[in-house]
């Protein structure tokens, strides 16, 4: 909640606007967590995904954390949640076949 505060004080944005996104950002975080996870257990190489959130979380600590800094992760954290979601789907539907 401060997050989108000091967003709508420094930066001008709309602070219903900013709330939906940091709670959006907030499930595709978790799922990405999730699709990070399946893919590990698939043996599948992950750093190609996780460089650019490690790099983008140093910079925001090392300077000032404003959202705007995420862009360069969130291509990654969509792919990773899509791959969470699409587990779940595949699981799901495997389930019905049964």
């Known amino acids: ?18 709330q939906a996104g940091v709670l959006v950002y907030y499930l595709l975080a ?3 967590v999730l699709g990070a ?5 698939r043996g ?12 983008v979380t140093i910079v925001s600590v090392i300077a ?4 705007r800094f995420r862009v360069a992760a969130e ?5 990773l949640a899509a791959v969470a979601l699409a587990g779940l789907a595949q699981r ?5 076949a049964r």
């Open 64 to 67: 000032y954390g404003f959202t």
């Open 44 to 55: 599948a190489p992950l750093y190609v995904l996780l460089a650019a959130p490690i790099l």
């Open 37 to 41: 996870l399946a893919l590990r257990r």
């Open 1 to 18: 909640r401060q997050q989108a505060d000091m967003e709508r004080f420094f930066e001008g944005r709309n602070l219903r606007v900013q």
């Open 92 to 96: 799901r539907s495997g389930s019905r």
């Open 75 to 79: 291509i990654p954290i969509v792919v």
């Open 30 to 32: 978790a799922l990405a």
